[in-house]
């Protein structure tokens, strides 16, 4: 198996997912990719953007949301089944748990009269994070997946050799 890693990833972040790669004997290939980051030769249409955990996901729904909601539309328009894996563990294993999540910046500590008091802040909170990725698997095709960062490097591979699904 050939598989393109997209040039923006850094080498440092992805190490063991190369190490895993190899110890496979999968050759990678380094080029910028029209969405997402990891893509098989065998599977073009198949392509996988990974996230390093819930808090990055979140941003990108939050801060990057149109850059963001045009690779889903750019996904989507040229026939490329979208995988988002998140690299999150502690306990999120499939969409649903991402209700349950709880967003480290929904707290913040600030000083209140001589002492340390913690504030709530508008951060976006798990319930809300789930309903807007369930939207979007809706909406543009995509699969949000997670998984141990141990693990990344296997998921990879197991779900670029994986069939297209149909969409249903």
């Known amino acids: 198996m050939d598989i393109v ?3 923006r990833e850094k080498q440092k972040a992805i190490r063991n997912i190369l190490a895993e790669f190899e110890h496979r004997g999968v050759r990678t290939i380094s080029s910028k990719l029209f969405v997402g980051d990891y893509m098989s ?9 990974r996230k390093q955990n819930l808090s990055e996901l979140c941003g990108n729904i939050c801060q990057d949301h ?3 909601r045009a690779e889903l539309v ?6 490329i089944q979208l995988l988002i894996l998140c690299e999150h563990g ?3 294993q499939a969409l649903p ?6 967003n480290p910046r929904g707290i913040k500590r600030v000083r209140q009269g001589g002492r ?9 909170q798990g319930q809300t994070l789930y309903k807007a ?4 698997e809706k909406k543009y095709g995509c699969r949000f997946l997670f998984c141990e960062k141990a693990e990344t490097g296997r998921v990879i591979l197991e779900l670029l050799s994986e069939r297209r699904q149909a969409d249903g």
């Open 5 to 7: 890693i997209d040039t």
């Open 41 to 49: 030769l065998d599977n073009p249409r198949r392509i996988i953007d």
């Open 66 to 68: 149109a850059r963001f």
């Open 74 to 79: 750019r996904a989507k328009e040229h026939g």
């Open 90 to 92: 502690r306990g999120i």
């Open 97 to 102: 748990d991402v209700a349950f999540w709880r």
């Open 116 to 124: 340390w008091v913690e504030l709530a802040t508008k951060a976006m």
């Open 133 to 136: 990725l369930a939207t979007m």
